[in-house]
């Protein structure tokens, strides 16, 4: 079986690294959209917009990733 570490590893490599911090960060750290836009000096509302960007990118990898499960099944 894969660690979680390592899958969580290889699905934030897949979305990029432009993304990954704003993922890690709201998902990960739990904070708001737009306190991680403060912190890396962005315009509050650029939060959310970049946010629903990360996660429809977590979205590809994840969708991806049932693609290749239900190939490999059949």
């Known amino acids: ?41 962005e315009p509050r509302r650029t939060g959310t917009t970049v946010l629903r960007l990360a996660l429809s990118a977590l979205d590809d990898v994840y969708s991806g990733v049932q693609r290749l499960l239900r190939t490999a099944r059949r």
Not at 18 to 40: E, F, M, N, T
């Open 1 to 41: 079986m894969v660690d979680t570490r390592q899958r969580v590893k290889v699905v934030l490599r897949d979305v990029g690294r432009q993304l990954r911090p704003v993922i890690v960060h709201v998902c990960g750290i739990d904070l708001s959209a737009s306190d991680w836009a403060k912190l890396y000096g």
